[in-house]
């Protein structure tokens, strides 16, 4: 076994993850604290982080071993992984807040995104998972992945950060000059067409979906997991597909409280229904409107501008630009571990806005002490990749 083969079954490594590269440009000052001494924001428990609980419920629903069951067995599948999920985190929340329950408000928050999510499980089963399934194939789901860094001349880049050489000494010490550096992460899903090509698959979910792809061709995150995927497991990755989900579903039209021009119910563009939603719902609680044409207009707009509620980007990634890819990884990642870096704030209107690192940066700027604010406000923890999750640092992380 080779130093760094026995370095990393130990555990002795040093990880890069796209978060911290993003902190790293963002702010200096903000990327030193939170990722070189630890220092971690209070956060506020939530009764439901949906985006967790809608993930597992994709996974369970791509899952390689079940991709051909029945749609209703699939959808049954994914929306008990969701709600038991929000479940758990519910019971999380409260006893982080030692509380045996909710107040009214929360509660009825709670139960109406529970209610969103498993409406936008059954429709995305019902309306998407069929197209899908006569396309792709997933292979890997929820993969988490680790490629060893190496400079223009291949050798490996080790760090000797005080993180590093703690991990170390905890598990046996020995002859050391430091711990490898490795790219780590993990996608959503692997899926290889009907041409046999692989992709990365990553979904979001939003509240507005977004009109251009340009932002995903200079995307660093899923082109640096391609690059990295490629090397990982050996497939031919030809780039990802961008997945987004509206955070919501088709609902029947609202009924107006009076008659207006013929018609029983609104033509209000600003509804959450799609054209064969709100074509049935009227068919049939309006049926003499809807065969005298009443509502013709307002279908034909359903139809050529009404809602999305998915939007599929493909981004191809050439030979060419994945080796751009991985020499700017290379480049930022020595910048990273130059023991000499240089630190500083990166100002500016939104991301100071959110940054969590507010009270401690406007303390050292005027020259208070700013380190007893870190310490009494701020709790340190291990390295977030020690801790086997991404940064928590959601306000101003990124």
């Not at 939170?34 to 949906?50: G, S, V």
């Not at 990365?200 to 082109?223: M, P, R, S, Y």
Request: charged share 25%.
């Amino acid at each position: 076994m080779s130093y760094d083969e026995e370095l990393i079954a130990r555990g002795c490594k040093h990880e890069i993850h796209v978060s911290e590269a993003r902190s790293f440009r963002g702010c200096r000052r903000r990327w030193y604290w939170h990722f070189r001494q630890n220092y971690n924001p209070p956060i506020t428990p939530k009764p439901l982080e949906f985006g967790v609980a809608y993930h597992l419920a994709m996974e369970v629903l791509h899952n390689p071993k079940t991709w051909k069951f029945p749609h209703d067995v699939l959808g049954a599948l994914a929306e008990k992984a969701f709600v038991e999920e929000c479940r758990r985190q519910k019971k999380e929340y409260l006893r982080q807040r030692e509380a045996y329950g909710m107040d009214a408000s929360e509660e009825e928050d709670y139960e109406e995104r529970v209610t969103l999510g498993r409406g936008m499980i059954r429709y995305y089963v019902t309306n998407k998972l069929p197209e899908l399934q006569a396309e792709f194939t997933p292979t890997h789901v929820e993969t988490s992945f680790e490629v060893l860094l190496k400079d223009e001349q291949g050798n490996t880049i080790y760090c000797k950060c005080s993180n590093c050489r703690l991990v170390f000494s905890k598990t046996g010490g020995g002859r050391w000059k430091g711990n490898p550096v490795v790219f780590a992460g993990r996608v959503d899903l692997i899926v290889h067409d009907s041409q046999g090509d692989y992709w990365i698959w990553d979904w979001k979910t939003a509240a507005q979906l977004a009109q251009q792809e340009v932002f995903l061709e200079l995307d660093d995150q899923i082109a640096r997991y391609v690059w990295a995927l490629r090397h990982r497991l050996g497939l031919n990755i030809r780039g990802f597909i961008y997945f987004e989900i509206r955070k919501g579903f088709p609902e029947p039209p609202a009924e107006n409280k009076t008659v207006r021009l013929g018609r029983s119910f609104s033509v209000n563009k600003n509804q959450t229904t799609d054209y064969e939603t709100y074509r049935n719902h009227v068919a049939i609680h309006d049926k003499a409107a809807y065969e005298s044409g009443a509502y013709d207009d307002f279908l034909t707009y359903l139809q050529a501008s009404g809602v999305e509620f998915f939007r599929k980007f493909v981004v191809f990634k050439s030979d060419y630009e994945l080796g751009q890819v991985g020499i700017n990884l290379l480049l930022e990642t020595l910048d990273m571990l130059d023991p000499n870096v240089r630190l500083y704030p990166s100002p500016g209107r939104f991301g100071c806005q959110t940054c969590a690192f507010q009270v401690p940066c406007i303390s050292k700027n005027s020259g208070q002490d700013y380190e007893y604010t870190l310490e009494t406000l701020y709790e340190i923890k291990p390295p977030y990749y020690l801790r086997r999750q991404l940064s928590t640092e959601k306000r101003g992380g990124e």
